[in-house]
């Protein structure tokens, strides 16, 4: 019976690694939506970070971490996201869509994706298994991070990390 419960998600070779966070300021552009395809999620998030780039060059402030989504929904074939990136400060005014905003803090698991990322699905799925086999609950946002730049690199070489953060025990 005990099997029966787990999720189907292959999560042999998965790699997780477990971290405690601190919440870090960022600029972020929320309400973003693309389809679930690559190619629309791929130009949205390059249209995203190149801005929220320019603007923290624009102020001169320096960038701490690598370009994230927070995803917010899914349904009718799209996705619902926040994209960001963390800084040094978020004490400069946003400009136009850019908001100051703060990475996600507290326990989280981060899932390394190797392959296209077309194919990150399956490495969110491998990361709702591992959590299920260790009896842990998902928070929320779930995150992606982009260890290359979506706004320079194209969507076939993207490095990405997925991060699930975990609820507190109840």
């Not at 019976?1 to 405690?20: F, H, Q």
């Not at 995203?48 to 899914?74: C, D, F, K």
Request: hydrophobic letters at 45%; charged letters at 15%.
């Amino acid at each position: 019976a005990l099997l029966e419960g787990m999720p189907g998600a292959d999560i042999t070779g998965v790699v997780a690694t477990p971290r405690d966070l601190v919440a870090q300021p960022a600029y972020v552009i929320t309400g973003l939506s693309a389809a679930t395809d690559a190619a629309d999620s791929a130009a949205v998030l390059s249209a995203a970070y190149a801005e929220l780039s320019a603007h923290v060059q624009a102020q001169g402030i320096a960038r701490t971490g690598t370009p994230y989504v927070a995803i917010t929904g899914h349904g009718g074939g799209r996705w619902q996201f926040d994209a960001g990136i963390p800084v040094e400060r978020n004490d400069a005014p946003g400009s136009g869509r850019i908001v100051a905003g703060t990475t996600v803090g507290g326990r989280v698991v981060d899932f390394a994706h190797g392959g296209p990322y077309a194919d990150i699905n399956r490495t969110h799925a491998a990361g709702e298994a591992w959590l299920a086999t260790r009896g842990l609950a998902e928070g929320q946002p779930r995150m992606e991070l982009f260890e290359t730049d979506p706004a320079t690199v194209p969507v076939d070489q993207w490095i990405a990390v997925v991060r699930i953060p975990v609820a507190p025990a109840r």
